[in-house]
């Protein structure tokens, strides 16, 4: 039995159609064990490779593979009970073993664990793996990881809501920030935390100083995606109420700080487990839903100018135009 991750690629400048390839990953039970499920799936780069490698994480192991020669066969392999120092112990809590959240600083790639260590494994050549010493500050299960690769910033996140910005290189803590919110997901742009809770709320926290910069009640349900976009400052959040929107972050003086809706769209009928801008503009969109085989893409143009005629202004704000890939 297999499971399977898909890599869509793309060119977003001459909307070509979606090409895939699909990894086939033989997990086999051990012993009379069910086979287990992946928890968590990332694409990241470490600056040691001209390509970028998928990270998958299942409920047993870390898994390293190629995205250029597509192979069953992962080019580095964790095992979590090898490499946990509490991995037998959690088999009696209520929630069982599982990785979650997908970070790349330099050539560190990291992996968040239920027991809230995290996973460090070291990129040294296109087929040279190691894996180094777990991080072990947090008390309580990751949630999520995440690194600014122009600042080189990481910020790991757990269930107890506690953040953690770690110094350069990701070894020492840097600042500890205590949200006191269910946190799910993290993301890092100009030195902002930007945090999605599973209340719907999206926060936005100085690393530098741990304070609380800005606070939205953006959606009405849990918030499963955050994505931002370096070159513009856009910010996306997208949620389980069928909701992405989009903002811009204001953070350069002389203008004060400031979080300015950009754009949004939303379907009642559908659960979004995932959005991503596709580009460092945030002009391109993918967003996956729970229940549907294909992602909907969608292309943010610029605001009409005020110069147009009436007939070719289709829309007083930056619209958005979607149309669907198969998975």
Known sequence: MFLQVHIGSWDNKTESDVSWDTIA???????????????????????ARNFPVVILGTTRSIHVYDVKKISTKPLFTVILAMSLRDYESSQGRDVGPYTRGVSC?????????????????????????SNKKNLKEHRCAITDVATCRYDEITVSADSNGELIVWQKPVK???????????????????????????????QYYSVNTGDLMCEINAHARPVNCVSVAPESAYVMTSSEDGTFIVSKLHTRKPHAYQVEYRYSDSDPSSIIMGAQFTNGRGSAIAVASFDSSTLTMYKIIKKPSAAMTASNVT?????????NAPL
């Open 172 to 202: 020492g803590v840097s600042t500890r920030i205590l949200t006191k919110q269910p946190v799910n997901v993290i993301n890092v742009l100009r030195k902002q935390v930007i945090v999605g809770t599973l209340r719907g709320l999206v």
């Open 105 to 129: 600083n330099d050539n560190a790639i990291l992996v968040g664990t239920h027991t809230g260590e995290i996973v460090v494994i070291m990129c040294n050549g296109e087929t040279s793996f």
């Open 25 to 47: 990953i033989p997990d086999p039970p051990i012993g009379n064990e069910k086979l287990i499920d992946v928890t968590t799936v990332g694409l990241v780069h470490p600056n």
């Open 315 to 323: 829309s007083t704000s930056a619209a958005g135009s979607s149309s």
